[in-house]
């Protein structure tokens, strides 16, 4: 079984987004990066997959050298190979699409995965349009995955207030989302066997660009609100402003 | 110039997020001078297709066909795309709900489009769009133009306005010829969750966190929900300790969402939680720590244990509802 796994590398989650001076990229000093969320999701179940089917896990980032960092987490989390596809500049999600299943559709794999969207730009595209370039089945937004040895694939998805259970045929396309499996953190012995892992860098192809950034800025700030007042006492003066001020209930 | 607006149906029942993604269209295709034509893709849809006009659609089409009675992202693709280029669509509106999200890749490569994805806002200059889109889960908005001739939208649910009109409007069928290799993935059942509108579509989110000090009391968080209609709905913290499933996460790792009252129960304000949450148009806060983060974006707060605040808000909220 040859397992592809996609993944990104994101500010973490308690990053407080600052507009860099451009006004459509983010001011990077200070920003701690790390392993978009969904995709460590991904590369775990990649790892499940082998070790029940064998084969191998190859994980590719698109991006700049910067995206090592990443590489590196999932070798030490025990993939077998690691992809750079070197990229300096910013891509819409149809370049970084293009750019991977460039490399997807050489590698021949049997199962390709992703984090359900990079929490970046949390567009939730690149999945589905490099399954879509690559001719592939996709199963997004995935809480469980049942792979058989015909090849037949039984998975859920999570769609608004429920599952749906899917049916499909590898090779396939699948989109992580939380609660498919938790991912293991990398063993002391796994990160010092990662630093000597050779990560195989190329350039990534040349894309299109389809979407443009005009500018990147904040929400409007909210207003702080007032408090009502303490315990159970102020219930009664709560109800009475969402029912006459706020018009809600 | 022709745009067309897909509209999800489930059940029988087209969902709001659907009326929304019609409408907002409709507001486009008027500013820009262009003819909206709806779509409709199932089984046995063209006998209710015809409610979209109510939201502003003159034309709707109905790819009506009993092999679609599953779902299937890749044959549901297929028949926008083919739609879409029949009728020239110069721009395609989905809803960024879970079954648009999956749709709309796809139609786009099928169309050398390019797609821009969970708009909250949509802004005419001449015939072209700027779209805002919520980036970093909504700790920032990225203003966005499509270069593609034709150019696809998804619309986030709970922010665009659906409102019913009299409007009336035809219903022509349209057959697409698909093939079994058009059915790549395909939905063999769907389980309901908890009955409870889901986080990303509810009016009114009851939300806990771990002021809720354990799964054993999330029943005043569901009694509450239940008295308001409301989903329920709950911090990073909570769904990471096993007390709530995962699909009720609200923040920058679990999902986004704009409903019309939030009521945070027991929730700090991590800054990934009310990247999730602050875009909701009114927000209560019941928390005993007057210093925490979330009465900073709170209209309302209650400075108090959650635990003996929420049966009295359930009887209160009871009494005023009439109920």
Known sequence: MKIVVCINHVPDTETRIKIGADNVSIDRAGVNFMMSPYDEIAVEEGLRIRDRFKGEVIVISLGSDLHKETLRKALAMGVDRAVLLKDDAQRDSFGVAQGLAAEISALKPDVVLFGRQSIDFDDAQVGTLVAEMLGLPSVAVVVKLELHDDGSVVCEREIEGGHEVVLTRLPAVFLAQKGLNEPRYPSLKGIMAAKNKPIEEKAALPAEVRVTTLALRKPAAKNPGRIVGTDAAAVPDLVRLLHEEAKII | ?323
């Open chain 2, 1 to 323: 110039m022709t745009i067309l607006a897909f509209a999800e149906e489930r059940g029988g029942k087209f969902k709001k997020s659907s009326f929304e993604t019609v409408q907002a269209a409709a507001g486009v295709a008027n500013a820009i001078g262009a003819e909206l034509v709806a779509l409709v893709v199932g089984s046995g849809v063209a006998a209710f297709a015809g409610e979209l006009g109510r939201y502003g659609a003159a034309r709707v089409i109905a790819v009506d066909d009993p092999a679609l009675a599953s779902h299937s992202n890749t044959a549901f693709a297929k028949a926008i795309a083919e739609v879409a280029r029949k009728e020239g669509a110069d721009m395609v509106f989905l809803p960024a709900s879970q079954m648009g999200k999956d749709l709309a890749p796809r139609v786009a490569v099928k169309l050398k489009a390019g797609l821009a994805s969970d708009c909250v806002a949509l802004r005419t200059e001449g015939s072209d769009i700027v779209a805002a889109r919520p980036v970093y889960a909504g700790k920032a908005l990225l203003d966005v133009r499509v270069l593609t001739a034709v150019k696809v939208f998804t619309l986030r649910p709970n922010v665009f306005t659906a409102t019913a009109g009299d409007g009336k409007a035809e219903v022509e069928k349209a057959a697409i010829p698909f093939a079994p290799a058009d059915f790549g993935a395909t939905v063999k059942e769907v389980k309901v969750a908890t009955g409870r509108p889901d986080v990303t579509e509810a009016d009114i989110i009851v939300s806990g966190g771990r002021g809720m000090k354990g799964p054993e009391n999330f029943h005043l968080i569901e009694t509450l929900a239940d008295v308001l209609g409301a989903g329920v709905g709950a911090s990073r913290a909570v769904v990471d300790a096993g007390w709530r499933p995962h699909d009720e996460q609200v923040g920058q790792t679990g999902k986004t969402v704009s409903p019309t009252l939030y009521i945070a129960c027991g929730i700090s304000g991590a800054v990934q939680h009310l990247a999730g949450m602050s875009s909701s148009k009114y927000i209560v806060a019941i928390n005993k720590d007057k210093d925490a983060p979330i009465f900073q974006i709170a209209d309302y707060g209650i400075v108090g244990d959650v635990l003996e605040v929420l049966p009295v808000l359930s009887a209160e909220v009871k009494k005023t509802l009439g109920k």
